[in-house]
C-alpha cells in the first residue's frame, strides 16, 4: 500500500516562529488532506489540498503530487496551534494517514 | 450545520464484554467511515459505507468487530467479546462524495 512519511516527528517553538511540516508520499495521489489533532483528540480539517497552494489565515500549504508531497507552512506560531498534525492521503475511498508531527508552541 | 457526532465519549469495559460505539455523520452526507486510533500513531481505516452498504470492510482486524449502517445515516461500530488490545480511540467520519473527510470527536474505549 501507499506509504507517507511526515517529518519531524516532533517541533518545538516558541510563540512567534514560522514553521514548515512536510509530508512524502510513496505513489502518486489525486488528493491530499492536512489535519490538527488537539489535546482533546478532534481531528480537524485545516486543507485538503489536491495540488497547488491554499491559503487560511496563518496557515497555509502546497501540495507538488508529480513529485509526491506537501508541505504545511504555520506562521506566527501560537500556543493554540500545539497538537498533532497529520497528513492523509486516498487508497481507494480510505484515507492513509502518517505518523504525524508533534508541535509544541511554548510562550 | 452541526458536525460528525459520536456517543460515548468514553467507554470503559471489562474483557470479555460486548461494546457498541454510535456515529452520526453530517446529514446528506452518503459516505461514512470507521477508523482507530491507537496512542502515538495516526488513524487506521476499520470500514466504509456508502448508504447502507458496507463497501469495504477489509480494515476491520477479525470477525470480533461488526458495523452496521441500516437506514443510511447512524452507524453502530460493534465489538464481541472485548479484549485489552482493542483499547482505542474509535473515530468516525462522513463525507458527500469520498473527499474529503470530516471527523468526529471519537469514542476512547478502554478494556479492563
Known amino acids: 500500500g501507499i506509504q507517507v512519511e511526515q517529518s519531524p516527528p516532533d517541533l518545538i517553538l516558541q510563540e512567534g516562529a514560522n514553521s514548515t511540516l512536510r509530508c512524502n508520499f510513496s505513489?502518486?495521489?489525486?488528493?491530499l488532506q492536512w489535519f490538527h489533532q488537539n489535546p482533546w483528540g478532534q481531528l480537524i480539517n485545516l486543507f485538503y489540498?489536491?495540488?497547488g497552494t491554499k491559503q487560511n489565515g496563518r496557515l497555509s500549504a502546497t501540495t507538488v503530487a508529480t513529485e509526491r508531497y506537501s508541505l504545511l507552512y504555520i506562521s506566527s506560531s501560537q500556543t493554540t496551534d500545539s497538537g498533532v498534525y497529520f497528513c492523509?492521503?486516498?487508497?481507494?475511498?480510505?484515507?492513509?494517514f502518517g505518523e504525524g508531527t508533534q508541535l509544541t508552541v511554548n510562550p | 450545520g452541526a458536525g460528525v457526532s459520536q456517543t460515548p465519549s468514553n467507554k470503559v469495559t471489562e474483557k470479555g464484554k460486548y461494546v457498541e460505539l454510535r456515529c452520526d455523520p453530517i446529514?446528506?452526507?452518503?459516505?461514512l467511515y470507521w477508523y482507530r486510533q491507537s496512542l502515538g500513531q495516526g488513524p487506521e481505516f476499520l470500514i466504509y459505507?456508502?448508504?447502507?452498504?458496507?463497501?469495504?470492510d477489509s480494515g476491520l482486524p477479525n470477525d470480533r468487530f461488526f458495523a452496521v449502517r441500516p437506514e443510511g445515516s447512524v452507524s453502530t461500530l460493534k465489538i464481541q467479546r472485548t479484549e485489552r488490545g482493542d483499547s482505542a480511540v474509535y473515530l468516525c467520519?462522513?463525507?458527500?462524495?469520498?473527499?474529503?473527510?470530516?471527523f468526529g470527536p471519537g469514542t476512547r474505549l478502554t478494556v479492563l
Open positions: 459505507f456508502q448508504g447502507t452498504g458496507a463497501a469495504d
Open positions: 489540498i489536491p495540488s
Open positions: 505513489d502518486s495521489v489525486n488528493n
Open positions: 446529514s446528506g452526507h452518503t459516505a
Open positions: 467520519a462522513s463525507s458527500p462524495t469520498s473527499f474529503p473527510q470530516y
Open positions: 492523509a492521503v486516498p487508497r481507494g475511498s480510505r484515507l492513509t
